[in-house]
């Protein structure tokens, strides 16, 4: 019997060991996951019951994350309001945080955005939930974003929405900036391709024609003196004017010649290029010594320049008249042709045209009229009333 009794008490203490090993082995595996962040909370039973208690240590690298992050992240309810916000949202909307949390989502986004928002909550969670929109920030300052939105398993809170909002700004600029510099490159390669049609059309043709009667004049000047007279003539008319339509192309590359050079020099510029170009007769009187402020200068001679180019498409003139004069208290240039009127609004259509050229003469103060005289040709005036000094 006592043999019996001993051996019973052997088995219980091995019994007694293996279940303290297993707890054992349970307790370690469980210092091991909240050791490795595995546990965020532990449920304790007592006399009072089931407890949990949450692990702050858990907590932190996940709020950590947020807070830190380059992005905006938030927290709402389907009826927009935010339950929880971090720092960078806030400073996304140029907001304090404690009046961001608590706001409605919709105060802070842009009225034309307002249905998309809605729509990315109301959309099924297979679908993609991601859109662009524009946020306004406190100070009114537009501020486009990236906008994710995914539900929140909440079991407390049904329908929560977590959203990730990305800052679009400074990428915004930067496609701006390379949009703006490929339009420069495009417009610098149109304005290139129009001086080299201009180099094509107007001086290539001018020294052809003057190298032709380089190569007959001295022929003609064996044969009939007189002719070899007008063909010198000719000749010395032909490079004066591809002299001057050289010029004004260098001008165009060089816009601070069209504001150092002096403006009866500019013109005569213009006249001498018209008459080489054309043949047309160009008289170019200049009254008086002109210092005329850069803009106003500019004005001036685009509209002598624009002037000139619609006598030639429309006009037909044998005689065309630029004068510019002082006029009172004013300086006003004037282009006077004697060819066919035209109508203005349908010939200032070209590079510049009429609406552009009034724009600019408003901008430097200057008056522009343009005076049709069937029968006697068009008149084109500029009056700047310049200041005393």
Partial sequence: MRKKTALLNKKQLVDENAALRMRLEESEDTLRAIRSGEVDAIIVSGVGGEQVFTLTSAERPYRALIEDMQEGAMTLTSEGIILYANRYFAEMLKTPLEKVIGST?????????????????????????????????????????????????????????GLVAINLTEQKKRNEAVLAAEKAAYELLEERQRLADDLHDAVNQTLFSASLIAEVLPRMLEKDQAEAQQSLEDLRRLTRGALAEMRALLAELRPSLLTDSDPGDLLRQLGNALSGRTNIPVTVSISGKFILP???????????????????????SSQVEISLQHKGESV??????????????????????????????????????????????????????????
């Fill in 105 to 161: 989502i919709h105060t802070w986004i842009a009225p034309i955005y307002q249905e998309i928002f809605l729509g990315l909550l109301q959309k099924d969670s297979a679908e993609k939930r991601q859109e662009e929109l524009l946020l306004i920030s406190g100070d009114g300052t537009p501020v486009p974003v990236h906008l994710s939105v995914n539900p929140l398993p909440v079991e407390w809170l049904p329908d929560c929405f």
């Fill in 294 to 316: 850069p803009e106003v200068q500019v004005v001036f001679y685009r509209v002598c320049q624009e002037a000139l180019n619609t006598i030639t498409l429309h006009a037909k």
């Fill in 332 to 389: 006003e240039l004037r282009v006077l042709d004697n060819g066919q009127d035209f109508d203005p609004e349908e010939a200032f259509s070209g590079f510049s045209g009429l609406k552009m050229l009034r724009e600019r003469a408003e901008a430097a103060g200057a008056g522009l009229t343009i005076t049709r005289r069937p029968g006697y040709g068009t008149e084109v005036i500029l009056d700047w009333p310049a200041p005393q000094n």
